[in-house]
């Protein structure tokens, strides 16, 4: 299947610093890209969706103005949480949905592997 | 909230079919049920997914019943490798409009040799 590639992997940061998570899509156009956040023994929660080139929705409850995402292009996205606490520890998960019109991979979703975040 | 309902936890041999029930009492027509896993500490993938019909392809098979209230995914022949969380999702696709995939709490799978 499709890749999504997440970088980091894995982040340790100070209190109060800035930490930016790249989400690419590899060999596929993503149209659209979302954001989940998932905490230890958790599901999965959708935090945003973003459109290439346009401002991402975000779900309620999810702060905008402390996790900014960026969709510039058609093949990266970037969360970058603003002002880390500890309790924004989580683990961070991108998903990119398959724009492409062929047969059999029109709107297809695809998963990237986490960054595990964690805020001292 | 999630539109489906899933037992918490499901044990299952080795080499055995591992057969995972959801419930989606409240589906409606232009909704399709897609399956996911997720081994730990890695992202979700991608297994299956269908409308009405049953559906087969190299991971597993989707039976759907036929008022579509609830599904069955299964794992011909499970593995060690097959244990994991397995999530079953309602999503709207129609008319080149796609829902949100919304996670529910899932099925943990223990595969056991």
């Not at chain 1, 709107?107 to 001292?120: D, H, I, K, W």
């Not at chain 2, 041999?13 to 996911?36: F, K, M």
Request: net charge positive; charged share 20%; aromatic share 8%.
């Amino acid at each position: 299947g499709a890749v999504v590639s997440q970088h980091p992997s894995r982040v340790i940061c100070k209190s109060g610093t800035s930490v930016k998570i790249e989400c690419r899509s590899l060999d596929f156009q993503a149209t659209t890209m979302f954001w989940y956040r998932q905490f230890p023994k958790q599901s999965l929660m959708l935090m945003a969706t973003s459109n290439e080139g346009s401002k991402a929705t975000y779900e309620q409850g999810v702060e905008k103005d402390k996790f900014l995402i960026n969709h510039a292009s058609l093949t990266l996205s970037t969360l970058t949480v603003t002002s880390a606490h500890p309790e924004d520890s989580s683990f961070y998960i991108c998903s990119a949905r398959d724009g492409s019109r062929l047969a059999g991979k029109r709107n297809e979703q695809f998963f990237g592997p986490g960054t595990r975040l964690t805020v001292l | 909230d999630a539109k489906t309902t899933q037992p918490p936890s499901m044990d299952c041999a080795e080499g055995r079919a591992a057969n995972l029930p959801c419930n989606h009492s409240t589906i409606s027509g232009n909704e399709y049920v897609y399956w996911y896993r997720q081994i730990h500490s890695q992202g979700p993938q991608y297994i299956i997914h269908g409308l009405k019909n049953n559906e087969t392809n190299e991971m597993a098979s989707l039976i759907i019943t036929e008022d579509r209230k609830s599904s069955t995914l299964i794992l011909p022949h499970a593995t060690l490798r097959d244990t994991a969380v397995y999530y079953c999702i309602v999503r709207v696709d129609y008319g080149g409009s796609q829902g949100n995939l919304i996670f529910g709490k899932g099925t943990k799978l223990s595969v056991k040799p």
